[in-house]
């Protein structure tokens, strides 16, 4: 007899089953033996660093001028465009003239009646003294004849009355002269006065510079007590690049404060178009009080700007010397590991082993940072593949074209003298707590790695 089909293959798979060893009898494969893991490490080197700090400033002209008419009158001439340059004492409006050379023509007109005033009065002085004169020989060849009755008193009392009436015609006379005289001064004031208000018909820049937009057009009425200047004219060569910088750069500031050579480099911000554009500027200006708020003072440096690169109101930045780190400890910024709060790097110890190492981390410019703490000169730092490290474990120690992590050949390294420091927070003290950028052999600039075990 012949068992059904679905009793065969159940009877089967019992089978198999039975066949078949328990699960926890069965052994997990073996796994390979690691071996040490493929790290690229350089040597720490040591250097004279100098620490530059650098501030964001503004550029300002050294004397704008604000033109605002000193007469009132209808404009009737513009000799410049809106931007132009103009040099010192070039005629930019002129102001109808008609009115005030009327006024001068008036104020000389009324010096010469003055002065023929005086000439008048100067011969009726002339005329009163030979009446004084007269009057006086008179009442005195009279006087003695009282004595023998030759002359009545009463003619002597006459006599006298018109020498003293004669006397008074002479002070009134000489008075009219001084009169006639201050008429003549008024005159010449009068002209004086005159002649400046013509002469401000013609406004003149006071210095060499560029204009701005003029706010009055031929034809306006301008008027002295106007809201806003006509034009201003700001001088572009030199500039001042005003900044504020800490209280606690103060020394290095004053030490270079009235010397002759530059001291500070001014240079358009990082990503502005053109920032190749470079000067060097020397102080001219501290202020003398510190904000207590913010413990900044205002500093002026003054900068050469003959080809008119910049404007006043440019944003720049003014990097100057702050001190100089003698045989500072510099690692390439790819060696660094960013973690939480610190940042680490990893040493190859003697061993052929791995350790992990907190560090403080100093100014640093392009590819290498300063060491402050941590870490001394000669000792090597793992620069690629610190991604397969953890503390103890051994490495072998490859050079840059045959590291596998990567493909490609570890950068050259090339130490710098000069290192930047951006305002107070990349000093050494505080350089660990900023990010920090690094550039890979592909040219990329990526973030360090938040920890050990991040991309290197």
């Given at each position: ?139 005195e060849?009279n ?9 009545s ?24 002269i ?13 002209i ?41 004219v ?37 990503g ?11 102080i ?53 590991v ?7 790097v ?13 560090v ?65 927070s ?26 050990p075990?991040?991309?290197?």
């Amino acid at each position: 007899m012949k068992c059904p089909a679905p009793l065969l293959r159940t009877a089967a798979a019992a089978a198999l089953l039975l066949a078949m060893p328990p699960a926890c009898d069965r052994k997990p494969p073996s796994k390979p033996p690691e071996g040490p893991a493929t790290v690229v490490a350089v040597a720490a080197t040591t250097a004279d660093v100098a620490v530059r700090r650098t501030y964001p400033g503004t550029t300002l002209s050294t004397s704008p001028v604000s033109i605002v008419p000193r007469v009132e009158g209808w404009l009737v001439e513009r000799n410049f465009a809106d931007g132009d340059l103009v040099e010192a004492g070039q005629v930019l409006y002129r102001i109808d003239p008609a009115p005030f050379q009327a006024s001068l023509d008036a104020a000389e007109a009324r010096l010469d009646t003055s002065r023929a005033d005086v000439a008048v009065a100067r011969s009726e002085v002339g005329v009163a003294e030979a009446r004084l004169d007269n009057a006086r020989q008179e009442y005195e060849r009279n006087r003695p004849l009282l004595e023998s009755d030759a002359v009545s008193e009463e003619k002597l009392e006459r006599l006298e009355a018109e020498y003293r009436a004669a006397q008074a015609q002479v002070e009134a006379a000489k008075a009219q002269i001084g009169s006639a005289e201050a008429a003549v001064e008024a005159a010449k004031a009068d002209i004086e006065i005159a002649k400046l208000d013509l002469s401000y018909c013609t406004i003149r820049s006071p210095v060499a510079g560029r204009t701005s937009a003029t706010s009055q057009y031929v034809g306006d009425l301008v008027r002295t007590m106007a809201p806003e200047p006509l034009v201003t004219v700001k001088p572009n060569d030199p500039l001042w690049v005003a900044f504020a910088a800490v209280s606690s750069d103060l020394p290095a500031l004053r030490s270079q404060l009235g010397r002759n050579e530059p001291g500070v480099e001014i240079s358009l911000p990082e990503g502005d178009t053109g920032n190749a554009w470079t000067r060097t500027g020397r102080i001219v200006f501290i202020d003398n009080t510190v904000e207590p708020g913010t413990a900044m003072v205002d500093v002026r440096v003054e900068i050469s700007n003959r080809d008119g690169h910049l404007l006043p109101g440019t944003y720049v930045d003014a990097a100057f010397q702050q001190t100089m780190l003698e045989d500072a400890v510099l690692v390439p910024l790819e060696a660094v590991v960013r973690q939480a709060a610190s940042s680490v790097v990893w040493v190859v110890e003697d061993d052929s082993t791995a350790k992990m190492r907190t560090v403080q981390l100093g100014p640093h410019r392009d590819k290498d940072v300063v060491v402050t703490t941590g870490l001394s000169a000669g000792e090597r730092v793992v620069v690629q593949g610190q991604a397969k490290l953890r503390d103890g474990v051994r490495i072998e120690v490859l050079e840059p074209g045959r590291f596998s992590g990567s493909g490609a050949a570890a950068p050259s390294r090339k130490v710098d003298s000069k290192v930047d420091s951006k305002d107070a927070s990349e000093t050494s003290s505080s350089g660990a707590d900023e990010p920090t950028k690094r550039t890979t052999a592909a040219g990329h600039r990526d973030a360090l790695s938040e920890g050990p075990g991040g991309t290197a």
